[in-house]
């Protein structure tokens, strides 16, 4: 096979079986086997000899099978990249492709896409406006805008972006994140959340999962009588890299640090179980917030438990049997995090600690659970904050809610 390079391109004559047509920047067409990008060249292919021509000189190339002619490769792969959870590979590959033409909308896009999944909605808004300078209309740099917006939260401009790229290009995919966004008034209070994906971006899944968590806010800080000060960070991950990050024992749903991580791969929708984990990651993030450090974590599992749903005292029949042979765990050893216990002493422990947690509120309500979490947020140690809070030592506890549980729950 031969090789040519520009001038002989530009004397080439059409071909008579030729599939795809290159329209110079001058008018000029020239009809060619194959045709594709090469770096900063165009090259095409007749018959058994290749041409190359700088890409500047190719105004278009219309495909005979109407895909996208002259696809840039870093833009494809990144694509490529994107769509099987590379996210930071993605990054890359999209910013050769801008470096190579700052000015190409679909490089621009690609460099969005990756930056939405990483959760850098600043700059991905930055970059998809560079885009719409170029093209005002073009529905995907629209409907990308709205995905940046709704990472921070804006979720009515997010909606207005969706509109108008549904306007000019209506597809199911916008029909599901315009559905997923739900009434105006339901989506404006969710600027407490920042959602990031770590891994292939799906932003209806994203946007449902804000409703969930909207909703749990409002719950918990009815419950609870507080709310944190700023928004919280919920990572949505690959199961692999979720383990990966995190370094968590099989048997953990989640993971909360300060950002809450959630294995969500493969998921459509919030199912019945996710939503409870992102109850119970969310109420870690209330305590956290009005507590910092000082919180023993049979509270902090107890009160995750009890606000995940369901009832309180769903744990009291199990451990009746133990109660009765004083063989409960003791909640003074359960102040450092279970997630060094062996599964079987893991599952106990966290019954335990619902089961304390639905003893205290059904002894002194809601309010001396409040109380006790005041206490520990003034400094006091979990100790000093029971004794404060509900006149209680922590051998004092422990003995009445054995005895509770001894007494009033039959196997």
Known sequence: MRFVLVAAALGAAASPGSTDSIVLTSGRVIEADRAWVDGADVRYQRSDTIYSLPRELVARVETAAGGPGLEDPDVRLSRERLAAGEAQEALLHARVAVF????????????????????????????????????????????????????????????????????????????????????VSEAESSARFRIRFDGAADQPLGLSIVKVLDQAWQDHEQQLGFAP?????????????????????????????????????????????????????????????????????????????WLEGGDPGREDKGLASLARSTQL???????????????????????????????????????????????????????????????????????????????????
Request: charged residues 20%.
């Open 100 to 183: 190579r033409r700052p000015q190409f909308v679909p490089a621009l896009q690609a460099l969005c896409a990756a930056q939405v999944a990483l959760g850098d909605a600043t700059r991905a808004q930055q970059t998809i406006l560079d885009a719409l300078a170029l093209e005002p209309e073009n529905p995907r740099s629209l409907e990308l805008l709205g995905d940046a917006l709704a990472d921070t939260g804006d979720f009515a401009a997010a909606r207005e972006q969706y509109q108008r790229a549904a306007a000019t290009a209506p597809t199911p995919r916008l029909t599901e994140k315009l559905d997923a966004l739900g009434p």
């Open 229 to 305: 000060g700023f928004p919280v960070t919920v990572v949505l991950q690959t199961a692999k890299a979720f383990y990966d990050t995190t370094r968590a024992p099989g048997w953990v749903a989640a993971w909360n640090d300060g950002i809450i991580r959630v294995p969500v791969a493969g998921l459509e929708r919030p199912t019945a179980g996710l939503v409870r984990v992102l109850r119970h990651e969310m109420a870690h993030s209330f305590v956290a917030a009005r507590t910092g450090a000082n919180c023993p974590t049979w509270l902090q599992e107890g009160v995750a438990q």
């Open 329 to 411: 765990p003791k909640l003074e050893s359960l102040e450092r995090p279970f997630v060094g216990l062996p599964e079987a002493r893991a599952q106990l422990a966290y019954a335990g600690s619902l089961s304390a947690v639905a003893y205290i509120m059904k002894q002194y309500g809601t309010d001396g659970l409040r109380r006790i979490v005041a206490a520990l947020a003034a400094g006091q140690t979990p100790a000093e904050a029971l004794t404060a809070a509900i006149g209680l030592s922590y051998a004092d506890l422990q003995k009445a809610w054995e005895q509770k549980l001894a007494t009033s729950v039959r196997g």
